[in-house]
């Protein structure tokens, strides 16, 4: 039973540049959320998507975006990388909208550094 | 707003030895509150969840207590190992939203 899969696991890019993060979630989940760490931080949570679409969105400007595919994978794209970017971002999995006392499955996440 | 405070912050122990590590929250509206392991580098691998009806959870050699009304929650290791060594992060999910807010998290070394 496959996890939850990000790609890719490091990425360098350049400030100004876009970048496109990628995760297919745990086999039989439909929900879809990312979060972004900072070195030595909690996960701060981006978004969560549901059926498609954006449910709920947390503190994050426009420049971040995303979106989830019919067979449940999404990804995340950010614009015009600032230095700040750089942080560890993770992708969360769970069933059924994330039910109530659903757990939380993560990935490995994607390390992106932004010089 | 809800906030996430974990205490202490870095903790070293020799083998063995029982431990504690501390969770507290501001907002007593919860639906559920997940201790998480991360490795480093690494992504998080849910340990234990809580429902706020719940007291406790155990699960082999951790247990978790919440308290909602004090706004705490521990997570207690038992005869911890080398390989227990980790930063382990609290987080609460707020009735009303789905996000979870999470602590900074406890570095927890154990020495052979």
């Known amino acids: 039973d496959a996890g939850v899969t990000q790609s890719p696991t490091h990425l360098i890019k350049t400030r100004g540049q876009q970048v496109t993060l990628r995760c297919s979630p745990k086999?039989?989940?439909?929900?879809v959320s990312w979060y972004q760490q900072a070195l030595g931080q909690g996960p701060q949570f981006i978004f969560q998507?549901?059926?498609?679409?954006?449910?709920q969105r947390g503190n994050f400007p426009d420049r971040f975006s995303g979106h989830q595919f019919p067979n449940y994978s999404s990804e995340l794209n950010v614009n015009a990388l600032l230095l700040g970017d750089s942080a560890l971002y993770l992708c969360?999995?769970?069933?059924?909208?994330?039910?109530?006392?659903?757990?939380?499955?993560f990935g490995s996440g994607t390390q992106l550094s932004v010089l | 707003k809800q906030e996430v405070t974990q205490i202490p912050a870095a903790l070293s122990v020799p083998e063995g030895e029982n431990l504690v590590l501390n969770c507290s929250f501001t907002?007593?509206?919860?639906?559920?509150l997940q201790w998480f392991r991360q490795d480093p580098g690494k992504g998080l691998t849910s340990l234990l969840l809580?429902?706020?009806?719940?007291r406790e959870q155990t699960s082999g050699r951790l247990n978790a207590s919440l308290d909602k009304s004090s706004g705490r929650s521990t997570l207690y290791i038992a005869a911890s190992q080398p390989g227990d060594s980790a930063t382990y992060l609290c987080?609460?999910?707020?009735?009303?939203?789905?996000?979870?807010?999470f602590g900074t998290g406890t570095r927890l070394k154990v020495l052979a």
């Open positions: 969360a999995s769970s069933l059924g909208g994330q039910a109530v006392n659903e757990k939380l499955f």
């Open positions: 086999s039989g989940h439909d929900t």
């Open positions: 998507y549901y059926e498609e679409e954006e449910r």
């Open positions: 907002d007593s509206a919860i639906y559920n």
């Open positions: 809580i429902q706020s009806s719940q």
């Open positions: 987080a609460v999910r707020t009735s009303g939203t789905y996000k979870y807010i």
